[in-house]
């Protein structure tokens, strides 16, 4: 029989004896419910997981649903947030590409080992302009830039040498250019939230709870303290 490698439930030891657990602790016996600005918050722990995660603080989960009604859920890197709401890009012929713009309801998730915290997002997830697209497209490593024109996201492809080809002519069609353009089908989302959930560790699964919620992306926040 294979032996179990599922994590034993903590003991009253590992809770108050625990160095790192404690220090935890007493980060996040921080006062969290008198706030109203819930962008504010996210903006405070993400400084924060900058600093403590060992690597891609700004991953977050991103599930949607597809035409049959089937959830998916992957992966993405955060690459900006204001009180507009969340954003990330991607290929538009892309799994997730194609979901997005079906129009449905879209979830985020945010985990943070390091801190033990955790942010959930709901809402919508509308196409952001041109202008912004092609402003964040022209940041990115030269090199990336190169793996978008490349790479038909979600496709199958027959062979890894076939991507490596698609590589060397998408550089040799740039060759000697210092500004490579956005592809047309790759832009960026963002998902204006109807809800953020704020959640942190406390001992003995007595965590807080914060939720944020409004009925649409113009009406003001309304908060609520959750049981864990």
């Known amino acids: 029989m294979t032996k179990s490698v599922i ?14 657990y404690q220090a935890v602790v007493k980060a996040n ?6 706030r109203d600005d ?42 900006g947030v204001d009180a507009r709401g969340f954003t990330f890009y991607t290929n538009s012929g892309s799994a997730k590409g194609e979901q997005l713009a079906s129009g449905g309801a879209e979830a985020l998730c945010f985990h943070w080992k390091s801190l033990r915290r955790q942010v959930r ?3 919508a997830a509308v196409k952001i302009g041109d202008a912004e697209s092609d402003a964040y497209f022209a940041s990115r490593a030269r090199g990336s ?29 740039f060759e000697g250019m210092d500004d490579i353009p956005r592809p047309e089908d790759w832009f960026g989302w963002r998902v204006e939230p109807i ?13 807080d709870r ?3 919620s409004r009925e649409d992306a113009s009406a003001d926040w309304g908060k609520t303290r959750l049981y864990p």
């Open 38 to 79: 819930p962008f504010a918050l996210f903006s405070e722990w993400m400084a924060e997981a900058r600093v403590s995660e060992p690597n891609d603080s700004n991953a977050m989960a991103l599930s949607t649903v597809d035409a049959s009604g089937m959830p998916d859920v992957r992966m993405v890197l955060l690459k």
């Open 195 to 207: 809800s953020i959930e704020f959640w942190r560790d406390r001992p003995y699964r007595l965590h």
């Open 121 to 123: 997002v709901r809402g």
């Open 7 to 20: 994590p034993p439930t903590p003991s009253a030891k590992d809770y108050t004896q625990d160095a790192a």
């Open 145 to 173: 830039k190169i793996g978008a024109w490349a790479s038909e996201q979600s496709r199958p492809v027959e062979k890894k040498e076939d991507l490596a080809e698609a590589v060397k002519a998408a550089e040799a069609r």
């Open 210 to 212: 914060l939720v944020f």
């Open 29 to 34: 016996a921080r006062p969290i419910f008198d």
